[in-house]
T-cell receptor, first 110, second 114 residues
Framework: EDQVTQSPEALRLQEGESSSLNCSYT??????LFWYRQDPGKGPEFLFT???AGEEKEKERLKATLTKKESFLHITAPKPEDSATYLC???????????FGTGTRLQVTL | DTEVTQTPKHLVMGMTNKKSLKCEQH?????MYWYKQKAKKPPELMFV???????INESVPSRFSPECPNSSLLNLHLHALQPEDSALYLC?????????????FGPGTRLTVL
């Protein structure tokens, strides 16, 4: 059974204070690892897909990386508008459904 | 365009009511999904349609009835719900059921069952 663990559960940063969110996964034959951002009361917004170890993707202040056991979402010089819950999900083997982690709630203050 | 739309945004219903949630996408995606999300929890898969046929039912109670009238539309019919069914209901779509395709989510319907 696929498993995803995200840490920390919650993170509070000051504006400009860079940090990383962790997503550890156990899956038989990774097909894809997905990062989403979710604002309160709204649907998840797709950020990145990573397919193989060593892959990296960037978008504005966000950079996602992947190893054989975990993925990191690096946030460089965050701004208050980056405050949200960040969800990690995987699909493995012959499965066609996402297995989500419980998310990291990020708060960025002035 | 990566937009999935959902109506209504909010819905309040009694336990004896019948209502429907609607979802639409115009990305040409052939897989569509219904999720339920409780506060501070990740989305929980309910149903998956592939090429307008029900592909996955995650043992959802029969008071939830999905329907896929065509490749762009997905409905969720609600009847005799319980207060514990109150949640954010999310629709998503992807190119197809291949595991490496990203899913795009709609804004959700906030459902309250009284």
């Amino acid at each position: 059974e696929d498993q995803v663990t995200q840490s920390p559960e919650a993170l509070r940063l000051q504006e400009g204070e860079s940090s990383s969110l962790n997503c550890s996964y156990t899956v038989s034959g990774l097909r894809g690892l997905f990062w989403y951002r979710q604002d309160p009361g709204k649907g998840p917004e797709f950020l990145f897909t990573l397919y193989s170890a060593g892959e990296e993707k960037e978008k504005e202040r966000l950079k996602a990386t992947l190893t054989k056991k975990e993925s990191f979402l690096h946030i460089t010089a965050p701004k208050p508008e980056d405050s949200a819950t960040y969800l990690c999900a995987v699909v493995g083997g012959t499965a066609s459904k996402l297995t989500f982690g419980t998310g990291t709630r990020l708060q960025v203050t002035l | 365009d990566t937009e999935v739309t959902q109506t209504p945004k909010h819905l309040v219903m009694g336990m004896t009511n019948k209502k429907s949630l609607k979802c639409e996408q115009h990305m040409g995606h052939r897989a569509m999904y219904w999720y339920k999300q409780k506060a501070k929890k990740p989305p929980e898969l309910m149903f998956v349609y592939s090429y307008e046929k029900l592909s996955i039912n995650e043992s959802v109670p029969s008071r939830f009835s999905p329907e896929c009238p065509n490749s762009s539309l997905l409905n969720l019919h609600l009847h005799a719900l319980q207060p514990e069914d109150s949640a954010l209901y999310l629709c998503a779509s992807s190119q197809d059921l291949a595991g490496d395709n990203e899913q795009f989510f709609g804004p959700g319907t906030r459902l309250t069952v009284l």
